[in-house]
């Protein structure tokens, strides 16, 4: 045997080497500092209240019981199944997001304006009730393997996709982490509400292709200086060119915490259907838009034409607060990304335990309406008992929260150096090691203006929630 470098890591292929030696963002950096110290009022008073994660345990009461009670028998799940889920499995899920997407129901939402203001063509009437086929369901171990494999069959490693800030901060490592896509950032701002336009869409096409972005983007950025992790992730990507092969949407959004306008829907639909570009829908919180006219899902806004490049993801783990179960489903009406995503699913199977347990409830029609009413109640009122009570502390947040278990939180007021990623990122860390509260620092969205930071209010039980509220009030008097 020849001599060489024989120890652990130089025995790793470089893609496993640059794994093993890579950093946690200020994202992953909170959910473990909050993991290793959490807060127990008997046990550990002085923990870290974790707001930092995307939870919902306000309703996990309606659905215990009965889980207790339908557990399957082990001799009937334990042989192999379809990797890419059993048919009686896709059939429920199929019903069931029926209902969470609002599909199953006539629309009565208008948007023809919209239709014609983004498309400037003829009105595409889809008011008529839709149904999902669970022969076109891939059901995978949660919806970041579902991003991960259509990251994997629509681009190449180097490739892009081009997704609006802010951004939920697990993207990043879904596309690049297996599939290598590099995220090109389409910058929003507060002045619109963090609305996407059509022209941030077109700058990050540009941006793909070394003509540069935005004008505007870098000074309202900033000076937190070029070693920031947040401007580093906001940069990635800039002055390469790269091929972008889709957009990758929020909706509702992760980190604002709201429904996009079917106007707003329609313009980055045509603008796929104009650059050909694939459009993958995260739709994961449609069953929780607890305020407003509904959710809106973008195969009721979907042309025919569109669905060979229309890719809806999914999963019960927000609506119902079980993450923990590992479910997740990519709906695709293109039969080559069926083919080639059934094929990947192996890789990423849910337990055939777990589909059978869920399979009864995911079914019931009575209880998914049900439990979907009942769970945007509770919602509804943590939502707004949250708000105020940031309000009382001087901490505004993004009007028109209506969806998800979330809030958008504006502490721009608060961070020094102003507008500074490093102010930023100085307040994250103190709330987080002296206040003890883990909430997300908009930097690690892709957020164009520090200071703006997502709290989950879904997670925690309404006693505690005041107390992290508490705790942030006495942090920012200490600045």
Known sequence: MSGGDCNGAGRLSSRGAQLAAEEPSLYYRGLGFARENPYDARTRPDGVIQLGLADNKLSLDLISDR??????VVDATSAYGEFHGDMPFRQAMAAFMSHALNLSQKSTQEHTEGRLSACDEEPFNRSQPLSIDPDSLVITSGATAAVGLLAHVLADAGDAFVVPTPYYPGFTVDLERQAGVTIIPAATYSDSGFDISTSSLEAALRESQGEGGDEQEEPRQGGGGAEDEGRAERSRGRGRRRKVRGVLLSSPSNPLGCTFSNTTLLNVLHFCRKNCLHLISDEIYAGSVYNGDGFTS???????????????????SKDLGIPGFRIGACYSLNPAVQSAITKLAR??????????????LLSD????????????CRLRKASSTAQEALLQIGV????GSNAGVFLWCDFRQFISPKNSIRGEED???????QGGVNITPGGACGCCEPGWFRLCFA?????????????????????
């Open 427 to 433: 307040l994250f860390l103190r709330l987080l090691r």
């Open 67 to 72: 889980l207790q009670r339908e557990m399957p």
């Open 396 to 399: 505004k947040c993004l009007p």
């Open 365 to 376: 029609s009575l209880f998914a309406q049900a439990y979907l009413s009942e769970n945007q």
């Open 298 to 316: 973008l195969l009721r806004l979907a042309e025919p034409r569109d669905y060979p490049f229309l890719h809806i993801v999914y999963g019960p």
């Open 347 to 360: 890789f990423c199977s849910p337990s055939r335990h777990t589909q059978a347990l869920l399979a009864p």
């Open 459 to 479: 997670g925690s039980p309404e006693e505690e929630l005041q107390l992290a509220i508490d705790r942030i009030s006495r942090t920012l008097l200490q600045s």
